[in-house]
């Protein structure tokens, strides 16, 4: 298969996020990726940054992959946490998203022993046409060694109303976006995560 689209990271330069809070936190786009400047993070009301299914017509009617792996980490006050990792698909704007999960590990209970990193990863292989808007396919999520969320199923949701062409104003305009989120269900200054793979492979 070959790579379509990527953030440039690997285990050398991945991109992390951590640290206190119960809230999603969105994983950083690496800098010089697709936007000048700095570093973008994703939010929960922007987008900037995301992962696109550029609307060039490549992909229409072709299945593809969708793909994120890396690790994960709590820190050593966090008592029994779950930890939950989303792959999430942006169908609005960059700044006013429209977010919808199409993969997700579910909510996994932490391994006993914390300040220990255990990998993590996600995959989920789709399709989609213009003719039917629909976007659909399967997911499968691991963490150490483990699958997750009942082993390969269904997409956790569908995307409608997609274009491979982009737009009528804008052609070539990104399809959808894609997003990596983790949450922790407990507060831990020494939490943390990494991801080290996401990419786009037809």
């Given at each position: 298969m070959a790579v379509v689209n990527q953030w440039n990271i690997n285990g050398s330069s991945p991109v992390?996020?951590?640290g206190t809070g119960t809230a999603a936190k969105y994983f950083t786009q690496p800098s010089g990726n697709f936007t000048a400047g700095a570093s973008t993070t994703p939010s929960s009301t922007n987008a900037t940054g995301?992962?696109?299914v550029r609307g060039d017509n490549e992909l229409n009617g072709q299945q593809f992959?969708?793909?994120?792996?890396?690790?994960?980490?709590?820190?050593?006050?966090?008592?029994?946490?779950?930890?939950?990792i989303d792959m999430v698909a942006n169908t609005g704007t960059?700044?006013?998203?429209?977010y919808t999960v199409i993969a997700s590990t579910g909510a996994v209970t932490v391994q006993t022993n914390v300040g220990v990193f255990y990998p993590w990863q996600i995959e989920a292989t789709v399709n989609g046409d213009t003719q039917s808007g629909i976007l659909s396919g399967y997911?499968?999520?691991?963490?150490?060694?483990?699958?997750?969320?009942?082993?390969?199923?269904?997409l956790a949701s569908t995307l409608?109303?997609?274009?491979?062409?982009?737009?009528?104003i804008f052609p070539g305009a990104p399809v959808f976006g894609v997003v990596?989120?983790?949450?922790?269900s407990v507060s831990e200054p020494g939490n943390a995560a990494n991801m080290f793979q996401f990419q786009i492979q037809s």
């Open positions: 992390t996020v951590g995301q992962l696109a992959m969708i793909l994120a792996a890396g690790n994960f980490e709590v820190g050593p006050g966090g008592a029994c946490p779950a930890v939950t960059l700044i006013s998203p429209t997911q499968v999520s691991v963490v150490d060694n483990s699958v997750k969320a009942g082993g390969v199923n269904a409608s109303g997609l274009n491979f062409f982009g737009n009528v990596m989120r983790v949450t922790f």
